[in-house]
């Protein structure tokens, strides 16, 4: 909708441009055609005028000849009379520089008189117009033919009944000077209109251009700013995670003497009856924080020591059964109840199976940690061809937008005994998989965190 919105008003105006055009050169070309056809009337009238007038001449100069012969008149005398009087001379007196191209009489055999410069002309016979005149006794006009501005009247006409045929042919240079007129008309508009239809056309090009050059400049400016926001992310966690293999290190080895000792003090060490009980609740209270100082290691060195995934095909529904068998256990101490809905005929995927698990374990953990006693965890697996979603929803604590902004930043944690590397942790096997997770969450309403993975890898099509 928008889209034709944007192109209405130019296609609007260039169609109104194209109509003006074409009513212009309309006009143009019918005024020149009027015109033309008053040319040539004009000319018919001037070639009529012209044709009666030499046939009366020639009646008249054929009548005195008759008369000179009746009186019995020397022949010498008529032929000097006819040479100066007769049909030839009449019709070489209208033989004028300019617009008339020839006057010639001719009867069916020959051509008994015409202007200079005619040597040669059809014979009546041998051309379809001047037989038809000619037979029809009337007078016609036509176009010469092969010529474009020469237009012919034709009259025949008799003398002691015999029929002659009078073609009488104006040159109407006019025409030529009409046309040239038309074409120097049309060429001046034509360009005028060509100029203004490019001068539209580039306008609204250019604005169309504008309007992509700024977009695509809007969208390279926010693919520059997430690089860059990645590669301080990167930066960040390289150092931290230097760091942390550092920490996890050193308190490896303490960590292992205190937990042979408390080992040793359980079995070796018999306390006073006053101070047994004391004496086991706190061995049982170090045995605990030993178990949570190595799960931070653990967690530590599996950030740090980042595995390079192996992909394998794998059935996404299975890996998620398991992850969910494994954390019932510890949902169900605090009574809550995970729910996988489990999707039929899943589409097997290429993952790394086992990295893909240690990222469900961090995000179903979070929501474990999240809900309060009697929530609930819905688990499912939504695919389609191209990628497959595994989205764990809870109805918890939710986060703030400030807590959702900082949720995959290294060792932050809301957590009291939160290392802040799960989902750190969880965005990297990811980003390895070149998918990517996305968290919708709201304060005290619950958090759906969605893990989207392309089911093949890149240039790898089904089958393969
Ligand atoms: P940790 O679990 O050690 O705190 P994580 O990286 O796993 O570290 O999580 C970072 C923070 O993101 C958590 O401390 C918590 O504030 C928030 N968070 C993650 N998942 C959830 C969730 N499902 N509901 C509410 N907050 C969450
Ligand atoms: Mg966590």
């Not at 008249?60 to 000849?65: A, E, F």
């Not at 205190?258 to 018999?270: P, S, Y």
């Not at 989205?391 to 939710?398: L, S």
Request: hydrophobic share 40%; with cysteine.
């Amino acid at each position: 909708m928008k889209k034709i919105k944007q192109y209405f008003i130019p296609a609007l105006i260039i169609i109104m441009a194209v109509a003006l055009a074409v009513t212009m050169f309309s006009t143009l070309i019918y005024q020149y055609k009027r015109s033309r056809e008053d040319l040539v009337e004009l000319s018919s009238q001037q070639a009529g005028i012209v044709l009666h007038t030499v046939i009366v001449g020639i009646q008249t100069t054929s009548g005195i000849r008759k008369r000179l012969h009746n009186e019995n008149i020397e022949t010498n005398t008529v032929i000097k009379v006819l040479k100066e009087y007769g049909t030839g001379a009449l019709i070489q007196k209208f033989e004028k520089p300019g617009s008339i191209y020839y006057i010639v009489c001719q009867d069916e055999k020959q051509i008994i008189a015409a202007t200079k410069g005619v040597k040669e002309l059809n014979s009546i016979w041998s051309d379809i117009f001047l037989s038809d005149a000619f037979s029809k006794e009337e007078m016609s006009h036509r176009i010469l033919p092969g010529k474009k501005y020469h237009f012919e009247t034709v009259c025949p006409f008799r003398i002691n009944g015999k029929k002659y045929l009078l073609r009488v042919c104006f040159k109407i240079e006019s025409i030529r000077t009409l046309e040239i007129h038309l074409i120097r008309r049309l060429t001046l508009q034509g360009s005028v209109f060509v100029f203004i239809i490019i001068i539209l056309v580039l306008y609204f090009i250019n604005i169309h251009s504008n309007r992509l050059l700024a977009r695509e400049h809007d969208k390279m400016m926010a693919e520059v700013e997430r690089i860059q926001q990645q590669l301080r992310q990167q930066e960040r966690t390289a150092a931290m995670s230097q760091l942390a293999v550092g920490i996890a290190h050193e308190i490896r080895n303490p960590l292992n003497a205190i937990q042979i000792l408390t080992q040793r003090m359980e079995r070796e060490i018999e306390p006073g009856e006053a101070y047994k009980q004391k004496f086991t609740q706190f061995t049982r209270i170090i045995r605990e924080e030993i178990k949570r100082l190595n799960e931070i290691i653990k967690q530590f060195n599996d950030f740090s020591l980042a595995k390079q995934p192996k992909f394998k095909e794998c059935n996404p529904v299975n890996i998620t059964k398991d992850i969910v068998l494994l954390e019932s256990g510890v949902a169900q101490q605090k009574n809550i109840r995970i729910k996988f809905i489990e999707n039929k005929n899943p589409v097997s995927i290429k993952a790394d199976s086992y990295l893909l698990k240690q990222a469900l374990v961090n995000v179903i953990k979070n929501a474990i940690e999240a809900t309060p006693g009697h929530g609930e965890i819905i688990i499912s697996v939504s695919q389609n061809n191209k990628q497959t979603d595994f989205i764990v929803e809870d109805n918890g604590a939710g986060m703030t937008e400030d807590e959702l902004e900082k949720a995959f930043d290294l060792y932050f944690s809301t957590k009291d005994h939160g290392t802040g590397l799960g989902l750190a942790i969880t965005r990297r096997i990811i980003d390895q998989h070149n998918g990517e997770i996305i968290i919708q969450s709201r304060e005290a309403k619950g958090t759906i965190v969605t893990i989207r993975i392309p089911n093949r890898r890149k240039n790898e099509s089904i089958g393969n």
